[in-house]
């Protein structure tokens, strides 16, 4: 049975920086959606895709992000100029529009801005 | 502004006992209301879902009840186990747009043995 997985689990960068998140969804889900979550909260929508196309995005999704899913397969977050602020998990969660109303939710990327 | 707020922000219950994790909406429009369990360094795993045609569904030990009038509804762990200790979320949809979940700030639970 193959989850939703992420890329990389654990990302240390340092202020300034530009990192590149990857979440490969469940075969065949046509849904993608990307969530945000600090420490002691509950995750945050950022940004959702149906195929390939970006449908919503959140007003947490600032400038300096930017998401794409070239092929409505797997997706990648881009974070540019990072800030210390940007230091939390980052979930990816994907769901087929067909079957259930279920997210199944991917492991995690923890980023660290130090 | 939070659109789900959840109570209590931890929550300790001896083996066996059962506990009660409660969720209160505002926005009318949410038809999907699902519990998520989530581990240290894991992602949300569904544990249960409701919609609100129904004032209660059970799966196993956990339970679901709905009121839709109050705008509320609340998981219970029946027969608690040392297993069950982690951070539970309950979330909100809708689900004529694009489902995307708010999240309440979550619960963490200790089941003591």
């Known amino acids: 049975d193959t989850g939703v997985s992420q890329d990389p689990r654990h990302k240390i960068t340092k202020r300034g920086q530009n990192v590149t998140f990857r979440c490969d969804p469940i075969s065949e889900h046509n849904r993608l959606y990307w969530y945000r979550q600090t420490l002691g909260q509950g995750p945050e929508f950022l940004t959702y895709f149906q195929n390939e196309a970006q449908l919503e995005k959140s007003r947490l999704l600032s400038d300096r992000f930017s998401a794409e899913r070239p092929k409505g397969s797997f997706s990648t977050l881009e974070i540019q100029r990072t800030e210390q602020g940007d230091s939390a998990m980052y979930l990816c969660a994907s769901r087929h529009t067909g079957s259930s109303y279920e997210q199944y939710f991917g492991p995690g990327t923890r980023l660290t801005v130090t | 502004q939070q659109q789900v707020k959840q109570s209590p922000q931890s929550l300790i219950v001896q083996k066996g006992g059962i506990s009660i994790i409660n969720c209160a909406y505002e926005n009318t429009a949410f038809d999907y209301f699902p519990w998520y369990q989530q581990f240290p360094g894991k992602g949300p795993a569904l544990l249960i879902a409701i919609r609100p045609d129904v004032s209660e569904k059970k799966e196993g030990r956990f339970t679901i009840s709905f009121n839709k009038s109050a705008k509320q509804f609340s998981l219970h762990i029946m027969d608690s186990q040392p297993g069950d200790s982690a951070t539970y979320f309950c979330?909100?949809?809708?689900?004529?747009?694009?489902?995307?979940?708010?999240f309440g700030s979550g619960t963490r639970l200790l089941v003591r043995p």
């Open positions: 979330a909100a949809s809708r689900m004529d747009s694009s489902y995307k979940l708010i």
